[in-house]
Every structure is written in structure tokens, then in C-alpha cells.
T-cell receptor, first 109, second 113 residues
Framework: KNEVEQSPQNLTAQEGEFITINCSYSVGISALHWLQQHPGGGIVSLFMLSSGKKKHGRLIATINIQEKHSSLHITASHPRDSAVYICAGYMDSNYQLIWGAGTKLIIKP | DAEITQSPRHKITETGRQVTLACHQTWNHNNMFWYRQDLGHGLRLIHYSYGVQDTNKGEVSDGYSVSRSNTEDLPLTLESAASSQTSVYFC????????????FGPGTRLTVL
């Protein structure tokens, strides 16, 4: 069974810290989708990547195809970054996503 | 701007009633998906469609149905609502093969009493 695993499950940090959330996946997944969900809020797509690195503002996503691993980094973290971050593996075979369990991030002022 | 909308945003209903949740997208995407999100389970796929007249069952499809009569809409119907179907429902869409990022609607919070 294809799987996507995230770590850590929960992360609390101080404002300004550099944040890293990890995602490991198995074969059959051709791209990784990073999404953000604020408490009680909708789900927002952050990145979709199949190789290399993507950057948007203070967010950086990287993927290592050989190691089947992706990371989401947040630089100069801020309390408004507090949210659940979810990675999902994209299955080329059926256009579906295999979901990670999510990482709950809390940034304290 | 293209978008994906869901209605209603909140719904309270009684056990046994039929309920339909609407999903409408203006991205002109071929693929549309319905998920439910519950504490401890994350997102689970209910039904999906790859185009008009195409529908497929996901991992938790029992008690739900969908129909796709046009590109823009994929309504989700609960034939006879059960308390176990109390959840937050998200609709998503993506282009066909080659662009696989999914875009999500704002969600519908459904309570079945």
C-alpha cells in the first residue's frame, strides 16, 4: 500500500524560528502536494512539486526523488503561520492524492 | 477570477433525511473530488469524477452518491443522513493529466442530529 508519512505530528516554536516539516513517501507517487489549513478554515494549496525546490515568500519546499522525501521550510516564522500543514502524494495512475496525517504548527509570539 | 464554491457552508439536518451539498467550480477543470474531514482521520475521499457523466467511488462512499451532468458542478447527495455522516465536507478540482494540483472549496460543515 502506498503511504505518505509526516513528521512531526505537532510542533511548537517561538516567533522567528526556522521551521522544518518532513514528508516521506513510497513508490507510485510522482509529485508532492503541500497544503495549509488554518483552524476552522479552508484548505489552501501551497506547492506542488515533483523535483527540486520551490519558494513562495517565506515558504520553501524541497523534494528528493531518490530518497522519497520532501520538506517544507518556513523562515522567520510568525504566529500567523500557525496552522496544520498537510503533504499529499499525487498518484499519476488515477489523479488522486494519498494524504499525510498533517503537522499541527503553533508559533508563539 | 476562477474559483470553487460550496453551499451551504453550514447545514443541520435530521437522521434519515436526504441532503445535497453543492460544489461549483469555474476553473473548467475536468477532475472533481469530494472529501470528508474528521478528527483523527484527516481527509478521506468519498467520490470523484474525471469528466461529465463519469463518477467513481472513493474509500468511504457508502451512503453517498454524486452525479456529473456538466463540467462545473458535482453535487454530493446523502441518501439517508446518519449521525456518522456529521463531518466537514470539502470539494476539490484539478485539471486533467499534466496539471495535478487540487484546489479546494471552503468546506461545508454538516451536522446530522
Amino acid at each position: 500500500k502506498n503511504e505518505v508519512e509526516q513528521s512531526p505530528q505537532n510542533l511548537t516554536a517561538q516567533e522567528g524560528e526556522f521551521i522544518t516539516i518532513n514528508c516521506s513517501y513510497s513508490v507510485g507517487i510522482s509529485a508532492l502536494h503541500w497544503l495549509q489549513q488554518h483552524p476552522g478554515g479552508g484548505i489552501v494549496s501551497l506547492f506542488m512539486l515533483s523535483s527540486g525546490k520551490k519558494k513562495h515568500g517565506r515558504l520553501i519546499a524541497t523534494i528528493n526523488i531518490q530518497e522519497k522525501h520532501s520538506s517544507l521550510h518556513i523562515t522567520a516564522s510568525h504566529p500567523r503561520d500557525s496552522a496544520v500543514y498537510i503533504c499529499a502524494g499525487y498518484m499519476d495512475s488515477n489523479y488522486q492524492l494519498i494524504w499525510g496525517a498533517g503537522t499541527k504548527l503553533i508559533i508563539k509570539p | 477570477d476562477a474559483e470553487i464554491t460550496q453551499s451551504p457552508r453550514h447545514k443541520i439536518t435530521e437522521t434519515g433525511r436526504q441532503v445535497t451539498l453543492a460544489c461549483h467550480q469555474t476553473w473548467n477543470h475536468n477532475n472533481m473530488f469530494w472529501y470528508r474531514q474528521d478528527l483523527g482521520h484527516g481527509l478521506r475521499l468519498i467520490h470523484y469524477s474525471y469528466g461529465v457523466q463519469d463518477t467513481n467511488k472513493g474509500e468511504v462512499s457508502d451512503g453517498y452518491s454524486v452525479s456529473r451532468s456538466n463540467t462545473e458542478d458535482l453535487p454530493l447527495t446523502l441518501e439517508s443522513a446518519a449521525s456518522s455522516q456529521t463531518s466537514v465536507y470539502f470539494c476539490a478540482s484539478s485539471e486533467s493529466a499534466g496539471s495535478n494540483e487540487q484546489f479546494f472549496g471552503p468546506g461545508t460543515r454538516l451536522t446530522v442530529l
